[in-house]
């Protein structure tokens, strides 16, 4: 028997304003993530990848659709709502890390995992291990490489144990080795805590390596 998708997206339609009107992003997005399996979200510049990760991670709202995280309709929720969510149920890996620079490495991979009341010191420890970040945490983000900033990133993200991670292309700011050493380690950890994960990526390599794929064309998936 299929268990149960964890995240369900019907029919999410989303536009901008433009100076001629609004233009359509996305005209009908669906796809489904079931409990701890992984997919990657691929897709041409401007297909609506992003837009589509910042709808189910609760940044922003489509104009349209569903969109559901076990039995929560996020598409229902206002803006404490979406807070909450974020707080809860989802991490969120970005692009441009997003640290804070007033806090050191520890305390950036606390951050989310303390903001929850779910800290737990050792698993932040094994996270920074394992990650290579453990001679790192007493530097400010301003003192590492992105590289670095991007194992914060993720450390952050894993340590606060969220059934669902959303990440825009996890290992887009690394070098080939790197990459690769770092995606490997994130799919073991969040294989370890029983997440699923849905990724952003342009990378055929990081595509592979999920258990499926969805493709964005036309704002809808092919």
Do not use: C
């Not at 901008?16 to 489904?32: Q, W």
């Not at 079931?34 to 709202?61: F, Q, V, Y």
């Not at 991007?150 to 959303?166: D, H, N």
Request: charge should be neutral; charged fraction near 25%; glycine fraction near 10%.
């Amino acid at each position: 028997m299929t268990a149960p998708a964890l995240l369900s997206v019907r029919d999410v339609r989303k536009s901008f304003p433009g100076p001629d009107g609004p233009i359509p992003v996305l005209r009908g997005a669906d796809l489904d993530l079931g409990p701890g399996r992984t997919l990657a979200l691929t897709g041409e510049s401007g297909s609506g990848k992003s837009t589509l990760l910042h709808l189910i991670g609760g940044l922003d709202r489509p104009d349209a659709g569903s969109i559901r995280l076990g039995d929560i309709e996020v598409t229902t929720l206002d803006d404490r709502g979406r807070a909450a969510l974020r707080r809860d149920a989802v991490g969120v890996v970005f692009q441009q890390f997003n640290l804070v620079p007033s806090l050191d490495v520890g305390a950036n991979i606390a951050f989310q995992a303390r903001l929850k009341g779910r800290r737990d010191p050792q698993w932040e420890r094994e996270l920074a291990d394992r990650l290579g970040l453990a001679p790192q945490l007493r530097k400010y983000p301003e003192e590492l490489s992105g590289g670095q900033q991007q194992r914060v990133a993720i450390a952050r993200t894993l340590a606060a144990r969220p059934r669902l991670v959303l990440a825009d292309e996890p290992t887009g700011n690394l070098d080939e080795a790197s990459a690769e050493a770092v995606l490997a380690l994130m799919l073991d950890l969040v294989a370890e805590t029983g997440a699923s994960l849905l990724t952003v990526t342009h990378s055929e390599r990081v595509a592979e390596r999920m258990d499926g794929r969805v493709h964005l064309r036309g704002g809808r998936v092919a």
